[in-house]
């Protein structure tokens, strides 16, 4: 059984974190600012985290598949009409850029980062709305 309070704290996470990033992030500190890159870095690593665990709890709950990597699971969404596929491509680069944030495999490019924060976002925002929606 889906445990929708679960679900919903961690949608309320990302709303959170989305909402934080709109009101404080400064894109044009992150390259001389260390505590705005943190911020930024940390907060959106708790987004994208946060949205992996929907996606996780929804999959398992479904029984949609044993997905191989995280990115995966928006795949496994997808298929289940969960997300549309523009959105599944956008969380999947997340999962992935969520990686290099987490565990440092490259180094995190700040133009990357600032792109994020002027165009993905809404990305977020999509699948918050599109997971309360379906439930």
Request: overall charge negative.
């Amino acid at each position: 059984m889906t445990d929708l309070p679960l679900i919903e704290k961690r949608l309320a996470v990302i709303d959170t974190c989305v909402s934080d990033l709109r009101a404080m992030a400064r894109a044009d500190r992150l390259d001389t600012d260390i505590r705005e890159r943190r911020f930024v870095e940390r907060t959106l690593q708790v987004a994208i985290q946060a949205a992996l665990d929907v996606a996780s709890h929804i999959t398992s709950e479904r029984r949609l598949g044993e997905p191989a990597t995280n990115r995966e699971l928006f795949t496994l969404l997808e298929r289940d009409g969960w997300i549309p596929s523009e959105l599944r491509a956008r969380l999947a680069d997340m999962a992935g850029f969520r990686n290099v944030l987490v565990h440092g495999y490259d180094d995190v490019n700040l133009d990357v980062v600032r792109d994020v924060l002027k165009n993905h976002l809404v990305d977020l925002e999509r699948f918050t709305a599109g997971v309360r929606q379906k439930l």
